[in-house]
């Protein structure tokens, strides 16, 4: 089946059309006629349309190679630059096709041609699944099990994305997903300095307090604890909570893992109410110890507070 939209015919004439029936206050009105692509649909239930509108190409690129993977098919883009993309199926005979560009009537992106179903033969290993796509995939995974191995990959791409990845793309993708999710949590470390900063510049009477190893000046510093006390749960604690402390230790999930030790009393709603909290590497005496002289020192020794 061929549906095409009556912009599509040629990129001039497609323009023209466009700017004859534009209407710059009629943008918003005009985008409620067609359906807006949903960016949530979870992998398999892609559903593409004419007329379907589009934030931006790259949305629209990733939802026609996650919707053509999804369905084992492999296609090529014929054109693609800022302002359209044309995707055709590479099997030799199979008509599919999609075109999307801007569109000039509703102020965003849409699709103008839509040549579907595939009439070719759905294929086993799906060649569109390249390292890219693949790493991107397992990117929340790796975020969720640090520890998955290769095997899990490949169980995973199985059960939840319907292919068959060989030993040597998955272990492929596994290192460029490693280093995505290593790189970018690598980020948010450096960063802690100036979180620290902006939290004792807005919180008062708080203590942050983040340790780091430096064994010597020529190397930079890496992460060590941190310990966080804001003010106003000291004060809340010491208004309304019952004098007694429960300590817990917990680990985290990530990729440098770590351990999340924290102090915490019951509100008068008999609900958990936290004081401070601290990650460090591992739980140990000195760590305790290290937190435990912080919350003294934040919330006072008993015999201060009766
Ligand atoms: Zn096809």
């Not at 799906?126 to 693949?134: G, H, M, T, V, Y």
């Not at 490949?154 to 790189?183: N, P, S, T």
């Not at 893992?257 to 460090?280: K, P």
Request: net charge neutral; with cysteine.
């Amino acid at each position: 089946m061929v549906i095409s939209s009556d912009e599509e015919e040629g990129y001039i004439s497609e323009e023209l059309v466009d700017e004859c029936i534009s209407d710059d206050d009629k943008g918003e009105e005009e985008k409620a006629k067609y359906p807006e692509f949903d960016e949530k649909a979870i992998f398999g239930d892609i559903q593409l349309q004419l007329n379907m509108l589009f934030p931006n190409l790259t949305v629209f690129k990733k939802a026609v190679t996650d919707y053509n993977i999804a369905i084992g098919r492999v296609f090529k883009f014929v054109k693609n630059d800022n302002e359209r993309v044309r995707a055709k199926c590479r099997s030799e005979g199979c008509k599919w096709e999609i075109f999307c560009s801007w569109s000039n009537e509703v102020k965003t992106f849409k699709i103008k041609k839509f040549v579907e179903p595939h009439t070719c033969a759905r294929g086993f290993k799906n060649k569109q699944a390249n390292k890219k796509w693949l790493a991107a995939q397992l990117v929340d995974e790796l975020r969720s099990y640090p520890t998955m191995s290769a095997h899990d990959a490949f169980e995973w791409f199985k059960r939840c994305r319907g292919i068959h990845v060989d030993d040597y793309q998955i272990y492929r993708a596994m290192k460029l997903a490693r280093k995505i999710v290593e790189g970018s949590e690598k980020l948010q470390y450096q960063k802690l300095w100036d979180y620290c900063e902006e939290l004792r510049r807005r919180n008062p009477n708080s203590t942050f307090g983040l340790k780091v190893h430096r064994p010597t000046l020529e190397l930079p510093p890496t992460f060590d604890r941190l310990y966080i006390c804001f003010n106003a749960n000291v004060q809340g604690f010491k208004a309304g909570c019952r004098p007694l402390i429960g300590l817990d230790g917990c680990f985290l999930k990530g990729y440098y893992g770590g351990q999340l030790l924290s102090a915490v009393a019951q509100d008068s709603n008999q609900h958990f109410y936290v004081i401070a909290v601290a990650v460090v590497g591992q739980e140990s005496r000195d760590t305790w110890s290290w937190f435990l002289t912080n919350l003294l020192g934040d919330i006072g020794q008993y015999s201060d507070n009766g």
